[in-house]
């Protein structure tokens, strides 16, 4: 995969998958523009690259604010002179259930992952349109964004609209050849070091130096960063020329198409439907097979 002469941005790209977006994207020929609130974290990833034989330059700056964004755009052209991919990975996590959750909590994860993208998308959009050549957005969603995850109302709801901003988008910007997917990662980060049923194997194989093992690379589909890295350096290339509008999952061994909601099942009646009418014909009409919710938790295999 050869990305030579193209300019990355990458957001949130100091430490964990971002970082791992950022290298790859490097080692693939890519200029790649570093983010992160994190002064030390920025300038760390950078030499990270520069010493692997890559370009990058570093911007430390918290995304959400239009400010922000086009000072990461500003940085690409300033240094490589065009921008061709943008990379949406910054998010912070603030979780709580529902009752306990303050409006901090809420509107800072919604600042930083839905916000956060959308400004970055619109002042990526804005240069790539004005250059003429194309380009690709990869925005970084999550399953909780899919399916819901408790304790996790900010964080699912910012990740379920990425997913509709993708599609949107995708449509928006066809004509400009700019495509635009959300990438759905399950990966050993500091966030899934921490579940009960992973942490062993993952403290395991971190003390070892091994693989983690086949249930979780395959059965639940998690493995390391580096894992998820490739398929963001796929839709940064020529490659994904045709591929737009998607949600593609991607973890250990696992690499998968998400599904669009759409209707699964309908029913009609003559006159519409009154409340009576929905509750008479409801478990054995539309409502029969109701669709499930939430992340399906781990199940390790015995003695794993």
Known sequence: MDLTGKVAVVTGSGRGLGLAYARALAAAGAS???????????SDAVAGVEAAGGKAVGVTAAVGSTAAAEELVAAAVEHFGRLDVLVTNAGILRDKVLW?????????????????????????????????????????????????????TNYAAAKAGIAAMARTWAM????????????????????TKTIPAFAPAIEEAE????????????????????????????????????????????????????????????????GGWSADAIAAAWAEGVGAEPETFGIPAPKPPTGA
């Open 32 to 42: 790649v523009v570093v983010n992160d609130v994190d002064q030390q974290a920025v």
């Open 100 to 152: 306990k959750m303050s409006d901090d909590d809420f509107d800072d994860v919604i600042r930083v992952h839905l916000r956060g993208t959308f400004t970055c998308a619109r002042a990526a959009a804005v240069r790539m349109r004005e250059q003429g050549e194309g380009g690709r957005i990869v925005l970084v969603g999550s399953p909780a964004g899919q399916r819901g995850n408790f304790g996790q």
């Open 172 to 191: 928006e910007l066809a004509r400009a050849r700019i495509t635009v997917n959300a990438v759905i990662p399950v990966a050993a980060t500091e966030m």
């Open 207 to 270: 003390r070892t130096g091994t693989a983690l093992p086949d249930w979780m690379r395959k059965d639940e589909g998690l493995g390391t960063v580096e894992d998820v890295a490739g398929l963001v350096t796929f839709l940064a290339s020529d490659s994904s020329a045709e591929v737009t509008g998607q949600a593609i999952g991607i973890g250990g061994d696992r690499l998968a198409l998400w599904s669009h909601p759409q209707e699964k099942k309908a029913a009609f009646r003559d």
